[in-house]
């Protein structure tokens, strides 16, 4: 065979490299300046289940998603020191210019005007629902006169300065209801206020509250906060030094998790490239008779993935998650076989051609390409973005890699000197034996295994919210000591998210959603609640409210309680006629009408979202002894207005999702791949040989799982793709091999068993790589997927030799006289052309039969 015109002389191949050299360097270039990264793993959440959907809105939305707490102790119990060390801290987070507000002082000066705003209005402050179980136990309470006096008697002590008409006009003390309300708008249960401070119970921990300017999940953002509170403390504790005083700062919120994610998985992507590309450039070198030739299989590995990220960041304008990203040293593992399989056909004792490597590498590796590409492109459809991502990733990595190997390599080495050595490699000595050694007995004792596995092999997902980021030690005692100083009300809760279209329609739906919130805290299926209309009711709620107050003082309640009020009111100096107002009945027209003054939109949490300018109120409920997540989110979730974002419900629900896509996903592309290979060898037995060695290591890896007590999390839906998609690779290099070269012991089934060795070895140490990290989601896939290929290759090497040198043993046919065209004719003609490739089997059946 000639060589090829354009590479027949030095200048025309020196041409030729310079110019995939900047190709290669063009795609790296656009693959790393285009390319954004997302490190938040929440937002690759799936959208079409409105529990996840719901709780995706309300993580991407929630106004604490930026927010930032810091914890400041004083070794020192001195309350006045440590109010001086939080100021200090204050003042240098507002001299940095990344928040927007910082502290409390601001809240504080809103209290007066609050309660002055309560007791004026005291008539629409209360529900019917509300005034017969809270309001009305009072009245006929036997201790109603002690109460009464208890409040009236501060009038005539310094408490009652400045407070005189709000205990004239409630001398019940009611307003004291109504502002109980307002405690589940604290960021915390132990919790004083102090000169406009957060303070402890224990006095010994000052908290402060900061809101950044921009999303403190941005990257480049953490990186500032956490260098500015670190500089912070260490110029707070050079100030205090002289004294002896020794500050410690405990910083939360999102953007240590976005940090610890970000450093976590970079750290696990460095790793795993570096050890996934050692360990298989060790693993070439030790298996070519020349070594240096191995390390080329590189080649179209790197080509893959970095055309793969180029085409990504082309097509897909997204930012892609760095999981994706990590996935990348796996995918070099994936790719690298093509390039093994390639070379291995090339590098041999005697002269050869490239074209003609091509010819025989494209038979037995065709369909094992083309099963992973669509068995990785189905990911699409899991509805998880971040496994979207990894599959298209995945899919276009296989794909450019296989192109670089039948279009580039042969152009790059036409011809192949016949090499030196002769000797077998004793790495290949091995792997014959694996493959040929053994006979019944590993047959026998693989199908035992899985036999005992099968009582095991039972996918079980479970599904943490805080397992899907991975932090540091110092990130979870941050959160140890905020739930022990502060309580656990940073953490339990159900949150409410309700969106309007303009300030009005806001306040309707929360007075719509009020009663219903009433019913439950009194059926204690919530035990705490806040809505705004509890305090500053709209038009219909007003209504409602005035006339269940009418209604509830009604002649002859006035009567029995003003008689006691009058009665302890003389005791106390008061003339009986001072009180002649209190809690009286109104017409609807008597109050004005309340709206919500804007310097009140924090406190309650009410904010215009800047995608689409409409107005989004975030509440917190605490759930009650009778709660039931279900029904609570059937009751009040609407997909246009409310929100429900409830963490132990939406792991529950995020888990039999996953349990029903990994489920949809085996189905989906079990039937893909067996449409598939029916199609390539129009032969059943072929077929479902070819899928025994799939079988065998689900069951395995599914029952060891279960054995060691890992159960299933997102990055498991994973194992399905890499199982079937990839698994199946390893029975198709050896099913083609028998049928294009019938026997085992020929010489070229040396290269396929090496090639089907090496693709699984170089996968199983990419994904060994990852499973060795620190990040949660990337050990894990690494985890699911070594024992998904590990057991798919043992699968092969255990199962198919026995089976597919019993099809494909030689046909011995007895001599008999045969007439042509008879029926014993057709079948002898049919059993020597068995199990062939599909081509000349169909062209025997319709031509010569």
Wanted: proline share 4%; net charge neutral.
């Amino acid at each position: 065979m000639q060589t090829s015109f354009f590479l027949k002389t030095k200048s025309f191949r020196r041409i030729f490299f310079i110019l995939c050299g900047l190709i290669f360097s063009t795609l790296m270039i656009i693959g790393l300046f285009r390319i954004r990264i997302d490190t938040n793993i929440l937002t690759s959440l799936p959208k079409n289940d409105p529990v996840i959907a719901d709780a995706n809105f309300t993580i991407v939305h929630h106004p604490f998603q930026n927010q930032i707490v810091i914890d400041v102790s004083c070794q020192k119990n001195d309350i006045e020191i440590l109010i001086s060390g939080g100021e200090l801290v204050e003042t240098e987070l507002a001299k940095s210019g990344l928040f927007r507000t910082i502290g409390m002082k601001d809240m504080q000066h809103l209290f007066p005007e609050l309660l002055e705003h309560i007791t004026n209005n005291l008539p629409v402050m209360f529900s019917a629902e509300e005034l017969n179980t809270q309001v009305r136990p009072i009245l006929e309470n036997d201790d109603l006169k002690q109460r009464i006096k208890d409040n009236l008697s501060q009038l005539l002590t310094m408490d009652g300065v400045g407070q005189a008409e709000a205990i004239l006009n409630d001398p019940l003390g009611l307003r004291g209801i109504v502002l109980q309300k307002l405690k589940q708008l604290l960021p915390a249960d132990n919790i004083h206020f102090y000169k406009g401070h957060l303070i402890s119970s224990d006095r010994k921990h000052l908290l402060i509250i900061a809101n950044p300017q921009s999303a403190s999940i941005d990257s480049k953002l953490s990186h500032k906060i956490a260098d500015l509170i670190e500089q912070t403390r260490i110029d707070l504790n050079r100030k205090f030094e002289k004294s002896g005083d020794h500050f410690t700062l405990t910083p939360f919120g999102a953007y240590r998790a976005a940090l610890d994610n970000e450093m976590t998985a970079k750290n696990d992507i460095q790793n795993a490239m570096l050890y996934a590309t050692i360990g298989i450039a060790l693993l070439l070198i030790f298996s070519f008779p020349r070594p240096l030739i191995g390390l080329l299989a590189f080649l179209p590995a790197f080509f893959g993935t970095i055309c793969s990220l180029a085409v990504y960041s082309l097509l897909w304008h997204e930012p892609i998650c760095i999981m994706t990203i990590g996935f990348g040293a796996a995918i070099i593992s994936i790719t690298v076989d093509h390039g093994i399989s390639y070379l291995l056909f090339l590098d041999r004792p005697y002269e050869t051609k490239g074209r003609e490597v091509v010819k025989e590498v494209r038979a037995v590796s065709i369909l094992a390409v083309l099963t992973s590409v669509c068995a990785f492109l189905t990911l699409s459809i899991s509805g998880f973005p971040i496994l979207s991502q990894i599959g298209q990733f995945a899919a276009f990595g296989i794909a450019f890699s296989f192109l670089f190997v039948h279009f580039f390599f042969p152009l790059m080495f036409p011809t192949m000197r016949p090499g030196k050595s002769k000797r077998a490699l004793p790495l290949q000595t091995v792997v014959n034996k694996l493959f040929i050694g053994g006979g019944k007995y590993k047959f026998i004792l693989a199908l035992g295994f899985a036999t005992l596995m099968c009582f095991y092999a039972r996918p079980e997902f479970k599904v943490d919210i805080t397992s899907m980021n991975t932090i540091t030690e110092e990130t979870i005692d941050a959160e140890n000591l905020f739930s022990t100083v502060w309580g656990h009300k940073f953490f339990d809760k159900v949150y409410m998210l309700i969106e309007a279209d303009n300030l009005v329609s806001l306040q309707e739906k929360c007075d719509k959603l009020a009663d219903g919130i009433d019913r439950e805290i009194s059926a204690q299926r919530l035990s705490d609640a806040f809505l705004p209309s509890m305090i500053f009711p709209g038009i219909l709620k007003r209504k409602e409210n005035l006339a269940a107050w009418n209604q509830f003082w009604n002649e002859k309640q006035k009567t029995s309680f003003y008689d006691e009020l009058k009665d302890t009111a003389v005791e106390l100096g008061f003339t009986p006629d001072a009180f002649s107002d209190t809690y009286a009945t109104h017409d609807d027209n008597v109050l004005d009408q309340i709206t919500i003054p804007q310097e009140f939109y924090q406190l309650f949490n009410i904010y215009q979202s800047q995608k689409n300018n409409s107005w989004i109120l975030f509440t917190s409920l605490t759930p009650g002894h009778s709660y039931d997540s279900e029904k609570f989110f059937l009751d009040y979730h609407n997909d246009n207005s409310v929100h429900v974002f409830d963490p132990p419900f939406f792991s529950k629900r995020l888990g039999e999702f996953l349990s029903n896509t990994f489920t949809k996903m085996i189905l989906i592309i079990g039937l893909s791949v067996l449409i598939l290979l029916l199609l390539f060898f129009v032969d059943i037995t072929l077929t479902l040989v070819a899928l025994i060695p799939i079988l065998f290591s689900m069951i395995c890896t599914l029952g060891t799982l279960h054995l060691i007590n890992h159960p299933l999390n997102i990055s498991g839906l994973m194992l399905s793709v890499v199982v079937i998609g990839m698994g199946i690779d390893y029975s198709l290099y050896l099913i083609r091999s028998y049928q294009r070269y019938r026997d085992e012991t020929h010489p070229f089934q040396d290269h396929v068993r090496m090639t089907i060795f090496l693709a699984a070895t170089s996968t199983l140490i990419g994904f060994g790589a990852l499973s060795i990290g620190e990040h949660n989601l990337m050990r894990s896939l690494g985890l699911f997927l070594v024992l998904g290929i590990g057991f798919a290759l043992v699968g092969t090497v255990a199962l198919l030799p026995p089976l597919l040198n019993y099809l494909f043993k030689p046909v011995t046919l007895a001599k008999a006289d045969i007439l042509p065209n008879s029926t014993a004719h057709l079948k002898r003609i049919r059993r020597l052309y068995r199990h062939l490739e599909a081509y000349p089997r169909m062209f025997a059946r319709f031509k010569i039969m």
